[in-house]
């Protein structure tokens, strides 16, 4: 067979053969997945092609991932430029509100604001849903536990080619409390 290898050699080469291929195997790198470079992340929750109900969705699909307390998917929702508003209960009055603007301040407000309180149920009521082209407004009532917040949020949204995305959040907006 070879040449010059004795018979007691051939167990040794085989085996460095062997070990040559296991090591040239495992020091591959991986192969990356091919996504394209103009691909935008899409939320877990699949979204129904009727706006209404697409809207709808990303309100109830944000609600169930505040309570699962994951970040990533949350932050799939929003717009790079979104916005959180606290009014504060001075709905008329613009002077008190708190603001989180951009996708980094949003993601520490759940963190550091929201997470904490340990949610366990959240369920926004949807009153009202305002489309506009390619801008929807929603109106809700959120319960958050034992919290209430009647009338209180206003959701805005925009359309881009994969679906709607959060644009801002007024919450707060009951007065006087």
Request: net charge negative; hydrophobic share 45%.
């Amino acid at each position: 067979m070879y040449q010059g290898l004795g018979a007691r050699h051939m167990p040794t080469l085989i085996f460095a053969i062997l070990a040559v291929a296991a090591l040239n195997l495992g020091c591959r790198p991986a192969a990356l997945p091919q996504v394209p470079l103009s691909a935008t992340p899409t939320p877990a929750v699949s979204m129904p092609q009727l706006d209404e109900d697409g809207i709808r969705a990303l309100v109830l699909a944000e609600a169930e991932f505040v309570v699962a307390k994951d970040i990533d998917q949350l932050m799939l929702y929003w717009l790079p430029d979104g916005l959180v508003v606290d009014a504060r209960h001075t709905p008329d009055s613009k002077d008190d509100d708190l603001l989180w603007k951009g996708q980094y301040a949003i993601r520490d407000r759940y963190i550091t604001l929201v997470f904490p309180g340990n949610p366990q149920f959240a369920q926004p009521e949807i009153l009202a849903v305002q489309i506009d082209g390619d801008w929807a407004t929603i109106t809700s009532t959120t319960h958050i536990g034992s919290e209430v917040s009647a009338a209180g949020d206003r959701w805005t949204f925009r359309k881009l080619p994969e679906g709607w995305r959060i644009e801002s959040l007024t919450y707060n907006l009951e007065p006087g409390q």
